[in-house]
C-alpha cells in the first residue's frame, strides 16, 4: 500500500520502430485510469528511457524499472504491463523477475483498428502479448490476463479489469502475510473444527494463540469508568437491540469486547476464531456473538469454535470483497427443496451482513443446558435476501495440502421458525455440492459473503496461492 491505497508497478512495453506516439497515448490514459480508481502507481519517468514515455525495450531498460520496484518493495502491491504495441519481451521480463516482487502480474494489451494498420499506426500487440505472456511462462512467473486479449485503452474494460486485479492482490498479499488469531482451545466437541498450524503458515498465514483465561483475567480488570468500556457499552446498544432483562449483562459483555479488542490491536491479528462453547459462558457468564458480529463489520472476520482455518476463509472472502463476511453451518434442509438449504449459526452475523435490525438474546441450544442469563450475547437477524459467495478451506494433512472449495448462490427470503442467524440459501446443484463436502472431508462450517467474488477467488487461488480449488457450477 501507499498513501492507504493500493500501488502498482506500471511497465510499459514497446519496440523502437513503433510510433513512439502510441506508447504516449496509452501511458497518459493507463494512469489517468488508475487515478480515476483511486490507485497509486510507481513508473519510470518519461525520459528515462530511449523510447520515452516511461516504455522499455532493453535488457538496460527492464534493470532500470526493476531497480525502481525494488526501492519500493513495501509499496507495490501487483505490476501492470501495458503493452501499446508488440513490446520487447526482453525489457519486459528482465524488470519483473530482477525486481522479485512475488506480487501479481496484470498482462494487458491493446487493439489495433482496421484502418491504422500502415507503418504509422499499427501495434500487433495481439501478437506482442503472446510472446510476452509465453517469457512470464518459461520464467515461472504466475500472472492475470485480461478480460479480452486486447482492446483500446479507453475500453470501459480496462477500469474493471485494473478493480477485479486489486481484489485480486489484496487476497493474494493478504493471505500471504496474514496473522489469525487463536483465542482459547478448539472445544472437545468440534474434531471437525481441527487445523494445520504448519500447512498454513507454510503460505504465510500464522496462528496466534493466546489462553481464553488470559482474555477473561483481562476483561475482569476493565474498571466501570474505563473510556473504552463506556464507549463499547454505547456502541453496542446502538448496534443492536438490548432487551431490558438483559441490560444487567451488558457491562460484562462489553468488557469482553474491549479485552478481545485490545489483544488484535496488541498483536496485530487481522482475523481471529473464538472458543465459544462453552467454556465462556460458563466461566464468565455471556456468549462472544455480539463481540464477533461488531469485529465483522470492522472488517476483522471472527469464527466460531476455533475455528481457523473458517477464519481464513471468511478473510479471504472480505480481501476480495471489502465487505463483512460470516461463518454458517450447512445446517437444514428447506423440506423437499434439494437445492435449498437453510444455513444458519448461533447468532454471530455482522450487521452490515444481515441489512437488517439486529437484537440480543441469550444462546438457543446451550440456553436451555447453562441457563439464558449466562449465555446472552447471541445476536438474533433473518438475513434478507440477495446474491452471496460461499468459500471454505481446510488443512489436509494426510494429502499435505490446503484444499478449498468456491461457488455462489442466493439468500432467499423464505420464512423459518429458528431462532439465532437464519439464512435460507439456493444453490444449484447443491446435492452435487453435500456430496463433494462430504467426500472430501471439509468442515461443516462454510463463510458467506454478500457479492459475487468467484472469479477473484477464483483466480488467487488458481494462479498464486496453488491450493488445491474446486468451483462448483
Not at 97 to 121: F, G, I, R, T, Y
Amino acid at each position: 500500500m501507499r498513501n492507504g491505497k493500493t500501488c502498482f508497478g506500471v511497465i510499459i512495453g514497446t519496440r523502437a520502430y513503433f510510433n513512439s506516439e502510441l506508447a504516449k497515448d496509452v501511458r497518459k490514459q493507463l494512469l489517468k485510469t488508475l487515478e480515476d480508481g483511486g490507485y497509486e502507481y510507481i513508473i519510470l519517468p518519461e525520459d528515462a528511457t530511449p523510447t520515452g514515455s516511461s516504455s522499455i525495450e532493453t535488457r538496460e531498460d527492464g534493470l532500470k524499472v526493476s531497480k525502481q520496484f525494488r526501492e519500493h518493495r513495501d509499496e507495490i502491491d501487483g505490476i501492470i504491463v501495458s503493452l501499446p504495441n508488440f513490446g520487447f519481451e526482453i525489457g519486459i521480463i528482465n524488470a519483473i523477475s530482477d525486481a522479485d516482487l512475488n506480487v501479481p502480474v496484470l498482462v494487458q494489451a491493446c487493439d489495433d483498428e482496421n484502418d491504422k494498420v500502415d507503418l504509422d499506426s499499427r501495434r500487433d500487440a495481439f501478437c506482442g502479448k503472446i510472446s510476452v505472456c509465453n517469457n512470464l511462462y518459461q520464467y515461472g512467473i504466475p500472472f492475470t490476463d485480461t478480460t479480452l486479449h486486447t482492446y483500446s485503452i479507453y475500453s470501459e474494460l480496462l477500469a474493471k479489469d485494473i478493480d477485479k486485479f486489486a481484489a485480486i492482490c489484496r487476497v493474494v498479499n493478504g493471505l500471504r502475510h496474514c496473522r489469525i488469531g487463536q483465542i482459547g482451545t478448539r472445544p472437545l466437541g468440534f474434531n471437525t473444527c481441527r487445523a494445520s498450524e504448519k500447512l498454513l503458515q507454510r503460505y504465510g498465514i500464522t496462528v496466534v494463540p493466546a489462553d481464553l483465561s488470559e482474555i477473561l483475567f483481562a476483561a475482569q480488570k476493565i474498571s466501570d469508568d474505563d473510556p473504552k468500556f463506556k464507549a463499547m457499552c454505547e456502541r453496542t446498544c446502538n448496534y443492536a437491540q438490548v432487551p431490558d432483562n438483559y441490560k444487567e449483562k451488558l457491562g460484562l459483555q462489553a468488557k469482553f469486547s474491549v479485552a478481545v479488542e485490545n489483544w488484535i490491536e496488541a498483536n496485530d491479528v487481522q482475523a481471529v476464531a473464538i472458543q465459544c462453547w462453552d467454556s465462556l459462558e460458563q466461566n464468565y457468564g455471556c456468549a462472544p456473538c455480539v463481540t464477533m458480529s461488531m469485529l465483522g463489520d470492522k472488517l476483522i472476520p471472527a469464527a466460531c469454535e476455533t475455528d481457523i482455518a473458517g477464519a481464513v476463509s471468511m478473510y479471504a472472502l472480505t480481501l476480495a470483497s471489502g465487505k463483512a463476511s460470516a461463518l454458517l453451518d450447512w445446517n437444514n434442509n428447506f423440506a423437499e427443496d434439494r437445492n435449498k438449504c437453510v444455513c444458519t449459526h448461533c447468532g454471530n452475523y455482522p450487521k452490515s451482513f444481515v441489512q437488517n435490525d439486529l437484537k440480543l438474546g441469550p444462546l438457543g441450544v446451550l440456553g436451555r443446558t447453562l441457563g439464558k442469563i449466562n449465555t446472552f450475547g447471541a445476536v438474533y437477524a433473518k438475513v434478507t435476501g440477495g446474491p452471496f459467495t460461499f468459500f471454505r478451506i481446510s488443512t489436509d494433512d494426510p494429502k499435505g495440502c490446503i484444499k478449498a472449495y468456491l461457488g455462489k448462490g442466493e439468500i432467499t427470503d423464505d420464512p423459518y421458525g429458528m431462532d439465532g442467524c437464519i439464512a435460507v440459501t439456493k444453490v444449484d446443484n447443491l446435492q452435487q455440492l453435500m456430496k463433494y463436502i462430504c467426500k472430501n472431508g471439509f468442515e461443516h462450517h462454510v463463510a458467506m459473503c454478500r457479492t459475487d467474488v468467484v472469479d477473484i477467488l477464483n483466480e488467487a487461488i488458481e494462479t498464486y496461492l496453488g491450493w488445491n480449488l474446486y468451483v462448483h457450477e
